[in-house]
């Protein structure tokens, strides 16, 4: 098995080892990267490219690692106690399966997207060094060992708001996907945009890096802005030469809430103009 | 097999271990790469390196090792000019020339004398900046060693410095008292709590209670668990006298916020930079010193450190064994920095200087590439940003 991007995904060099290095090895690849540089995307086209299903288990604030694995539904066992009901005697009728189980009984391999892992707890990763490691775990309920049929490809993704424990690293590959070039940004539009024409391409990259190099925005633009916009601009008809002509008088891009997300930025891209406008005149 | 490649990163500080190295091996050995030298560069970079932060270290270990070079700390020491070691400035500090340049009439001529040897000294440092810029492995930040930064910002202060601290003035402790103004920093500080239960069974559990009695079949079992505590621990090491008088108010200010906020506080003084002892009562800094080793063994890397301090001085107190203006230091500054940058994996150093004036002083830039950029300034904003990270 190996990954070469999809008609719909561009994967730089490092990335396709870095994939194809964790899916020799077994091991779940951990991936982070600005916000909007197509992390959760590379599972969705991993399965993709082979046919495999996708389980995503996505993780907030509150999950709880063994909600990965199993739940044991016990208040509504304690009401079918009261009401009777037959299958309160069999502790598996209780037992909800997390998306680990899921993956691990499945009969092909599939692929498990555990995305924005570092929204959990800070202990969430050390509770499934064991999982992630023998890809087995025990439930006591019913006293048995769910192992995986067929060793998952397993993606992580990260937005680095918290720190992962050295422990749970060890057991993973990294990649960080950093800010695509001109050149591979090219590529991205290309596959998304196969029609679109190349001037208005080559004036949008112009504008689009100009504002990312805009100093003291908070949030930067990244590719899934960019692919945004470029539909925008394409829906809105806009012409090259609209774009062309940033530097005078419309300071702000044509359509620029696409790019930039934040009031401050805003404000800031408007009083950038300002100051240009008063400069040139 | 890679062995060799494995201690190289080791020595450039990569926190790499057994296990990525039996990695390494493994996926070779399934033929991942072979024969491609980009590729098995972004191969090992995928195993070895765990977080974004540690590529540039990974660059620099992997291009020294297959450029033959057997040591990296070599490669550095042969980088640095010979000038750089000769001790021009602190043999100009020492007794016998203090007392001659007393002897010449004070201040006004210590001044010219100074500048005389400043201005030797920026020669050399020209021809330096050349070899530290392009071999880009030196500690010591490319770039650095701007001569015209120094002359503009430091010189005049830097002499000043020297004075105070010869005249052995006392510094009084940062005094803990001052409430005023400490609010803002305390909700900065608050993003760091971090609780967790901790010691004895005490509290009654409610949902803990329901979930169990619905377990065991509706028969009451009553469940407890222990107070939640602020658990985080954290270690603040002050920079004190010379040129941080300025900044006492705000120091006094923070300092009395950590301490009503955190249950575990360890706080430290030192002088400029942090050498082989800090001390923790200002009156008595003579007599009643901490050796840093203890510090380092004393307190678990889950402690977060903070330094607070200027970062303002000459940069041969940082590079250099005997760079202090206070005494002989066996081990230069940046060893000491660096030993606590193995050790504790939450560092910050807080700059009560404004932001934009640190690409000024050479020093600043050095201590920041030594604390790997996690320097802020001393502002509500600059201290959130710390505490975010530290938390993180």
């Known amino acids: 098995m190996k990954f070469s991007g999809t008609q719909s995904y561009v994967a730089t060099d ?28 590379l599972a969705e086209q991993l399965a993709e490219s082979f046919g495999a299903r996708l389980i995503t288990w996505h993780i907030k604030s509150t999950t709880k690692a063994h909600q990965g694995l199993y739940e044991y539904d016990a208040v509504s066992r304690l009401r079918d106690s009261q009401l009777n009901a037959d299958k309160v005697h069999d502790v598996r009728n209780y037992i909800n399966k997390g998306k680990l189980w899921e993956a691990f009984e499945s009969d092909e391999r599939v692929i498990l997207l555990i995305d924005e892992i570092d929204k959990a707890d800070i202990e969430f990763p050390n509770d499934l060094l064991q999982e992630i490691d023998k890809m087995e775990f025990y439930v006591y309920e019913t006293d048995e060992t769910i192992k995986a049929k067929h060793r998952p490809i397993i993606i992580i993704t990260s937005n680095n708001e918290k720190e992962l424990p050295d422990a749970f690293l060890r057991r993973c590959f990294f990649h960080y996907i950093a800010f695509p070039d001109r050149n591979t940004l090219q590529k991205i539009v290309d596959v998304h945009y196969p029609n679109i024409s190349q001037s208005l391409v080559s004036e949008a990259l112009d504008v689009f890096f100009d504002v990312r190099k805009v100093p003291g925005l908070k949030k930067k633009p990244s590719t899934s802005e960019l692919v945004d916009w470029l539909k925008l601009l394409m829906a809105d008809n806009i012409s090259e030469a609209a774009l062309r002509e940033r530097d005078v008088t419309k300071a702000i891009p044509p359509l620029a809430g696409a790019l930039v997300k934040n009031e401050q930025d805003v404000m800031l891209l408007e009083r950038l103009a300002f100051m240009s406008r008063r400069t040139n005149r | 097999m890679l ?44 195993i070895l390196v765990k977080d974004e932060r540690h590529y540039d270290k ?66 050399k440092h020209q021809g330096g900046n050349k070899w530290i810029g392009t071999g880009g492995t030196s500690p010591f930040g490319s770039g ?8 503009l910002g430091e010189d005049g202060k830097r002499q000043g410095k020297a004075v105070k601290v010869w005249d052995q003035r006392e510094y009084k402790n940062l005094d803990d008292q001052v409430e005023l103004g400490t609010r803002n920093i305390k909700v900065a500080l608050r993003r760091l709590r971090k609780f967790a239960r901790q010691g004895a069974e005490d509290e009654f559990d409610l949902s803990g209670t329901i979930d169990h009695t619905a377990r065991d079949g509706g028969l009451l079992n009553i469940q407890m668990r222990p107070e939640r505590r602020n ?11 010379g040129s941080m008088d300025a900044h006492v108010k705000v120091c006094e200010e923070l300092f009395s916020a950590c301490k009503t906020e955190f249950k575990h506080m360890e706080y430290y003084y030192f002088h400029n930079f942090i050498y082989e002892s800090v001390w923790k009562n200002n009156l008595r800094r003579g007599s ?105």
């Open chain 2, 144 to 151: 650095g060693y701007n001569p015209e930064g120094f002359r």
């Open chain 1, 14 to 41: 490092d990335l396709k080892l870095a994939v194809n290095a964790a899916i020799t090895l077994e091991r779940p690849l951990l991936v982070k990267g600005e916000p909007g540089t197509g992390k959760t995307m």
């Open chain 2, 3 to 46: 062995l060799n490649l494995f201690n190289e990163m080791r020595a450039a500080k990569v926190p790499v271990s057994v296990r990525e190295l039996l990695d390494l091996i493994n996926a070779l050995k399934h033929n991942v790469v072979f024969a491609d030298m980009d590729e098995f560069y972004y191969v090992a970079r995928a």
């Open chain 2, 58 to 123: 990974f660059d620099r270990a992997f291009a020294a090792y297959f450029k033959g070079i057997e040591n990296l700390d070599q490669h550095i020491e042969a980088l640095i000019p010979d000038e750089w070691l000769r001790r021009e400035f602190e043999r100009s500090l020492s007794d016998e020339e203090r007392a001659q340049i007393e002897s010449l009439g004070g201040l006004d001529k210590l001044i010219e004398a100074f500048k005389q040897r400043l201005e030797e000294q920026k020669g």
């Open chain 2, 231 to 241: 658990t985080v621990k954290l270690l603040i090491l002050f920079d004190i006298g």
């Open chain 2, 288 to 392: 009643e010193r901490t050796s840093t080793q203890d510090l380092l063994h004393k307190y678990g890397a889950d402690y977060k450190v903070i330094f607070i301090g200027d970062a303002a001085m000459a940069p041969y107190e940082v590079t250099q064994a005997g760079g202090s203006v206070e005494h002989w230091n066996e081990e230069p500054g940046y060893v000491w920095m660096q030993r606590f940058m193995q050790k504790f994996k939450k560092l910050i150093w807080i700059n009560p200087y404004p932001k934009h004036t640190w690409d000024y002083t050479a020093s600043t830039s050095i201590i920041r590439e030594l604390v790997e950029d996690e320097m802020y300034p001393l502002t509500i904003e600059g201290l959130e940003e710390g505490m975010r990270y530290l938390a993180k």
